[in-house]
T-cell receptor, first 113, second 114 residues
Framework: DAGVIQSPRHEVTEMGQEVTLRCKLISGHNSLFWYRQTMMRGLELLIYFNNNVPIDDSGMPEDRFSAKMPNASFSTLKIQPSEPRDSAVYFC???????????FGNGTRLTVT | GDSVTQMEGPVTLSEEAFLTINCTYTATGYPSLFWYVQYPGEGLQLLLKATKADDKGSNKGFEATYRKETTSFHLEKGSVQVSDSAVYFCALSDPRQGAQKLVFGQGTRLTINP
């Protein structure tokens, strides 16, 4: 079991550029969560999916953010256009059932200059 | 809405010292409570959990008891090690809103000196 795999580990980009963060779920998991971590706001839930369907996206900051699950094992979080205030560590987490603990990836550290 | 408040860090202790990290919560329902740990450069890992009042979660020498009367879930360890240095997060989930929709505290950075 390789765990939840996120890529890239680090991303540095200029303001206005499109950024795509990627996440591979653990095989057999059917729930997927995207979190953002900053010093000021701590850990914030952005969106979560169950069986590839978005269940709650109320944490997505604004229309510049979008998330997809093109298949049961993969998800992307896209920011277009990116802004300096988007700089944070973005975590993906998955779970096998509605009542099982989350398994987190190692995160993507995003820096927007 | 639901919220979690943790004692502010950083916390610095010597090896073999006793550890307490305070956590209190506000929730309208009957939440499940969790402690997660984040080691440098890694994602969060579940440390322990409790799903109802008076339950005690324990793992790796850490313990926390779900106290409904004081709305608390304090983390304790009798003798800390250098390898316990990490950031610790208290969290809750309300089963009515989805058991995995976690609300996290701000985190407490713990450093253990040899």
């Amino acid at each position: 079991d390789a765990g939840v795999i996120q890529s890239p580990r680090h991303e540095v980009t200029e303001m206005g550029q499109e950024v795509t963060l990627r996440c591979k779920l653990i095989s057999g998991h059917n729930s997927l969560f995207w979190y953002r971590q900053t010093m000021m706001r701590g850990l914030e839930l952005l969106i979560y999916f169950n069986n590839n369907v978005p269940i709650d996206d109320s944490g997505m900051p604004e229309d510049r953010f979008s998330a997809k699950m093109p298949n049961a094992s993969f998800s992307t979080l896209k920011i277009q256009p990116s802004e300096p205030r988007d700089s944070a560590v973005y975590f993906c987490a998955s779970s096998p059932t509605d009542y099982s603990p989350l398994h987190f990836g190692n995160g993507t550290r995003l820096t927007v200059t | 809405g639901d919220s979690v408040t943790q004692m502010e860090g950083p916390v610095t202790l010597s090896e073999e010292a006793f550890l307490t990290i305070n956590c209190t919560y506000t929730a309208t329902g009957y939440p499940s409570l969790f402690w997660y740990v984040q080691y440098p450069g890694e994602g969060l890992q579940l440390l322990l959990k409790a799903t109802k009042a008076d339950d005690k979660g324990s793992n790796k020498g850490f313990e926390a008891t779900y106290r409904k009367e004081t709305t608390s879930f304090h983390l304790e360890k009798g003798s800390v090690q250098v390898s316990d240095s990490a950031v610790y997060f208290c969290a809750l989930s309300d089963p009515r809103q989805g058991a995995q929709k976690l609300v996290f505290g701000q985190g407490t950075r713990l450093t253990i000196n040899p």
